[in-house]
Nanobody
Framework: QVQLVESGGGLVQPGGSLRLSCVAS????????MGWYRQAPGKEREMIAR???????NYGDSVKGRFTISRDNAKTAVYLQMNSLKPEDTAVYYC????????????WGQGTQVTVSS
């Protein structure tokens, strides 16, 4: 059974930083993309950042220049360094694994709360 376990969320003041981690276990992935999404109350889930196995990244417009995604293929882990946090970054953050093989599922973590408030 595949599990994605996120950690690193919490309460931070505006302008502060947090680092989220996500480790996948339960199967071996070969061709896949790892990513971070977030969902604020009353809003749709939005893509924050994605990274391919060979390190190609793309970011949502709202976080470009402030967030950095990275991964460790040996650990099947993905990280999100979040700097210059704003109150509007408050949301539940989810990691996922998108397997680039037809008919394969997308896996999601349980989410970690990030709250940016003074």
């Amino acid at each position: 059974q595949v599990q994605l376990v996120e950690s690193g969320g919490g309460l931070v003041q505006p302008g502060g930083s947090l680092r989220l981690s996500c480790v996948a276990s339960g199967r071996t992935f070969s061709n896949y993309v790892m990513g971070w999404y977030r969902q604020a109350p009353g809003k749709e889930r939005e893509m924050i950042a994605r990274i391919s196995r060979n390190g190609i990244t793309n970011y949502g417009d709202s976080v470009k220049g402030r967030f950095t995604i990275s991964r460790d293929n040996a650990k099947t882990a993905v990280y999100l360094q979040m700097n210059s946090l704003k109150p509007e970054d408050t949301a539940v953050y989810y990691c996922n694994v998108l397997v680039l093989v037809p008919s394969q599922p997308t896996y999601w973590g349980q989410g970690t709360q990030v709250t940016v408030s003074s």
